[in-house]
């Protein structure tokens, strides 16, 4: 496969018509007044299976042909980009087998299993994702359609920043989580058409700078899996494809501290009535933590996901509300 073209986000958006959400993009003026900017939240946590990852598993599903439509589809993911295989599978009448971790989110399993999938569960530290995926493969004849190292996926992943740049006009920033990079990949294509001028970063975990660390060696480098809240970014190493994208295209890599992520999903929730898992509020936490000029900008920030049980949610925001007293208690 070679890497996409803007034509191809237009294309994708063209056959998501009428099956993806069109998401809301919202405005908050408390985060505008803090910050000296003008903010426009594009809300993924509000698309089908509660994330992003339904544009781009639709877009790619939707062009099997009737060889692969009867043998099914095979996907490895942490949840978000497994539910978006499985729902799309399930719409498009194709047989879908997903590999998830085994401590992969309860909410992204079960709903996984209640799009009609089959889960087969592996060891993150442990096992190799890839090769159980290579595996069924050979063994059963599925076409593997991985996350985000895929021309499709990226494509239909740029439809969100597509629509937000539709809706808004031209941006100065655009912030955008990364995981693996096709979020990021496929938003730059739509700056490409929608703002030109505008500056994309992406912004990943502190304990998982992968996409940092490539971008500034200019070339790929892998870590050990990151221990970090945000699940849907613990990725050891950009895709290829993506990367390809995003060394030409990007204005850099950020990076949030799982403090901050927690920090960004207490505002979103209480100012803004938004629930957003930590791997969706990577854009929000790394525009406030970038030291950027923002003052009197147009800032564009995706929010890329919502699935986040809600025990974890409020577990989190206790914790760090725990470590809060503590701290000024300690000062008193």
């Known amino acids: 496969m070679t890497p996409p073209t803007h034509a191809d986000v237009v294309a994708a958006a063209g056959r998501l018509a009428g099956q993806a959400n069109k998401t809301p993009v919202l405005n908050s003026r408390t985060a505008d007044q803090e910050s000296g900017a003008s903010f426009f939240f594009k809300c993924e946590n509000l698309q089908r299976v509660g994330a992003f990852k339904f544009r781009g598993a639709f877009n790619a599903l939707c ?58 569960f592996y060891d993150r530290v442990q ?3 890839e090769k159980i995926a ?10 593997l359609l991985p996350p985000y190292d895929h021309a499709d996926i990226i494509a239909g992943q740029g439809t969100a920043a597509l629509e937000l740049f539709d809706e808004v006009g031209p941006l100065d920033y655009l912030f955008v989580p990364v995981g693996g990079g096709g979020l990021l990949a496929g938003s730059l294509l739509a700056a490409s058409i929608g703002s030109a001028s505008c500056k994309v970063f992406g912004v990943e975990p502190a304990a998982g700078n992968d996409g940092q660390q490539s971008l500034r060696a200019g070339q790929l480098v892998r870590i050990p899996t ?14 290829k494809m993506p990367f390809q994208i995003i060394k030409e295209r990007a204005a850099d890599i950020l990076t949030a501290t799982d403090a901050q992520l ?6 979103l929730s209480e100012r803004m009535k938004l ?46 509300d725990s470590q809060a007293n503590s701290a000024d208690r300690g000062n008193n």
């Open 134 to 143: 290579d595996d069924l493969v050979g063994s059963r004849g599925l076409t």
């Open 226 to 239: 990151p221990a970090t809240i945000a699940d849907g970014a613990q990725t050891q190493c950009l895709g």
């Open 275 to 320: 629930i957003v898992e930590p791997t969706g509020c990577l854009g929000y936490a790394g525009a406030l933590a970038s030291g950027l000029p923002l003052r009197g900008k147009r800032v564009g920030v995706i929010l890329s996901g919502g699935n986040i049980d809600l025990a974890v949610f409020g577990r989190l925001l206790a914790e760090a």
């Open 63 to 120: 062009q099997f042909n009737e060889a692969q439509r009867r043998h099914g589809v095979v996907a490895f993911s942490t949840g978000n980009h497994a539910q978006a295989v499985a729902l799309s599978a399930r719409m498009l009448g194709i047989p879908a087998v997903i590999v998830m971790p085994h401590d992969a989110p309860r909410i992204k399993t079960t709903a996984t299993r209640g799009y009609g999938a089959e889960v087969i």
């Open 127 to 129: 096992d190799d994702r």
């Open 262 to 267: 927690v920090d960004a999903m207490r505002f």
